[in-house]
């Protein structure tokens, strides 16, 4: 079964260095996210990724953060200068237009990259 | 604004009970989308079921069955005869569906469901 992998699954870092959390969506899927999900707390909508651009962000996603797609495969999540606050668990997803128009398709997540700024 | 609300932070139930999950969401669209998600302990999001707004027909999947009501917007979660494998945090969320598929989901906090043996 096709799954959206990330990596690293565990990333540990000191405050004001820069990360880059990495992520292949499943291939035929159109539609790239970024989450994030500090430590008890619910999941945050970071930012969405279509047709190489940045299609809708969340507040949380400031100047910090940018996104990319290298290449054919990978999908990026760059923080340029890590904060404490930054400490959370980053969850990739990717997702394909349904048949029917306008749907929002079913989310596929990743199983996440921890992210311990010190 | 959307805002999803799963006021149960904890259920704690015996093996071969049933459960029920609460949802309540807000939305000003008229076109959206419901979904639950699982979070085992291992951290992963398990994608369970979405619904669109306009249907309101109730699904049953094996033990897992879902209450939609537009009327008071709410999209409960029922797991039947439990199971300690069902222990986890269960997310419920919401899409915009006008937007196409790019549109970002809005989580609710969850709620940490305990299967006691």
């Known amino acids: 079964e096709p799954e959206v992998t990330q990596t690293p699954s565990h990333q540990v870092t000191q405050m004001g260095q820069e990360v880059i959390l990495r992520c292949v969506p499943i291939?035929?899927?159109?539609?790239f996210y970024w989450y994030r999900q500090i430590l008890g707390q619910k999941v945050e909508f970071l930012v969405s990724?279509?047709?190489?651009?940045?299609?809708?962000k969340s507040e949380i996603f400031d100047d910090q953060f940018s996104v990319e797609r290298p290449d054919g495969s990978n999908f990026t999540l760059k923080i340029r200068s890590t904060k404490l606050e930054d400490s959370a668990m980053y969850f990739c997803?990717?997702?394909?237009?349904?048949?029917?128009?306008?749907?929002?398709?079913?989310?596929?997540f990743g199983e996440g990259s921890r992210l311990t700024v010190l | 604004a959307q805002k999803v609300t799963q006021a149960q932070t904890e259920i704690s139930v015996v093996e071969k009970e049933d459960v029920t999950l609460d949802c309540v969401y807000e939305?000003?669209?008229?076109?959206?989308?419901l979904f639950w998600y699982k979070q085992p302990p291992s951290g992963e999001l398990v994608f369970l079921i979405r619904?669109?707004?306009?249907?309101?027909q109730n699904e049953i999947s094996g033990r897992y069955s879902w209450n939609f009501q537009k009327s008071t917007s709410s999209f409960n979660f029922t797991i039947t005869a439990s199971q300690v494998v069902d222990s986890a945090v269960y997310f419920c969320?919401?899409?915009?569906?006008?937007?196409?598929?790019?549109?970002?989901?809005?989580f609710g906090k969850g709620t940490h469901l305990i299967i006691q043996p």
């Open positions: 997803a990717s997702s394909a237009l349904s048949g029917l128009a306008l749907n929002t398709g079913e989310l596929f």
């Open positions: 990724f279509y047709n190489n651009e940045i299609s809708e």
């Open positions: 939305t000003r669209d008229t076109t959206y989308y």
């Open positions: 969320a919401l899409s915009r569906g006008s937007g196409g598929g790019a549109d970002g989901l809005t």
């Open positions: 619904r669109n707004s306009f249907d309101e």
């Open positions: 291939s035929n899927h159109l539609y």
